[in-house]
């Protein structure tokens, strides 16, 4: 295998693992942080420790400022407006089911890009799109969600699809790594503006918080982040966002293990025919 298909198909599996690490560690830590609080000293952090990095190393260039607002837009959206609601869901909802929901992302994101980005998608692609919504439908416990945790999980979906288009629209030539740095701060910003109108903030610093908190910033908003950055910049927005159909079938393992959280028959099936969505999707991409 060339290093082309290679990294093709390591991309997208290491985002998955890492992405779906963040909804069990997360959980883990809600039970000492107010959940909007958790993202902004998440993002403002690896902000940081980003900006720091690329400062000390000169290896990466500053984005220009001229793509300072598109990527402080994207990330208001693709961070803060996308985990803030998710963190708040995180409360009532297990994280195998959250993950579900972010599933839909990769259906949404493929039928915009073709009219929004002149993307094109051929019917196998497109089939294995509609058996990721199908087993999306089918896992979900819409019956038994309340109303408004899932009018939150709708907006984390919708600011997630809605910052990939807006991203690769307007800044999709920006090296991935301060590109990340500079979408975390819009991220921190819209996170400590919902802190201030609506949460009464409260933390403890136990020993699991630092822990769940350093492996989000390291791992997920610095690690996981750059990959899908990276596979924004090879390949089409739809086929990145594709990677979240392997999310639930992780996350559901990984809050199995960390939580003793488990899935029946039904949400099973689901999972399944999310992960052979995926193959059907990434088949194409190679």
């Given amino acids: 295998m060339d290093q082309p298909n290679r990294m093709s198909l390591l991309l997208p599996v290491a985002f998955a693992l890492l992405w779906a ?64 609601p998710a963190h708040i869901a995180l409360i009532t909802v297990n994280a195998a089911p959250l993950a579900l929901v972010h599933a839909f992302h990769p259906v949404l994101t493929a039928a915009l890009a073709v009219p929004l980005l002149n993307e094109k998608f051929t019917p196998r692609q497109w089939a294995g799109m509609v058996l990721g919504l199908a087993g999306v439908v089918l896992a979900f416990p819409f019956a038994t969600t309340q109303w408004s945790v899932i009018a939150l999980v709708s907006l984390s979906l919708a600011a997630l699809t809605g910052g990939t288009l807006f991203l690769k629209r307007f800044a999709p030539f920006v090296a991935p790594f301060p ?33 769940v908190m350093s492996w989000n910033i390291v791992m997920v908003s610095i690690g996981a982040m750059v990959i899908y950055s990276l596979m924004l910049a090879r390949g089409q927005a739809g086929r990145a966002a594709s990677a979240f159909f392997v999310v639930p079938g992780s996350a559901a393992v990984m809050a199995w293990v960390l939580l003793d959280q488990t899935l029946g028959p039904l949400a099973l099936g689901g999972l399944t025919l999310a992960s052979f969505g995926v193959w059907l999707v990434w088949k194409q991409a190679d």
């Fill in 21 to 84: 690490s963040s909804y069990a560690t997360a959980r883990i830590g809600l039970n000492d942080i107010s959940p909007v609080l958790f993202v902004t000293i998440r993002f403002a952090i690896a902000a940081l420790v980003i900006f720091s990095i690329v400062a000390l190393t000169g290896r990466d260039k500053f984005p220009a400022l001229s793509h300072w607002p598109p990527l402080l837009v994207g990330g208001a959206l693709v961070h803060g407006l996308t985990l803030a």
């Fill in 179 to 211: 590109a990340t740095a500079v979408q975390l701060c819009g991220g921190a910003i819209i996170s400590a503006i919902g802190v201030g109108l609506f949460e009464t903030p409260q933390v403890s610093w136990t020993g699991s918080l630092v822990f």
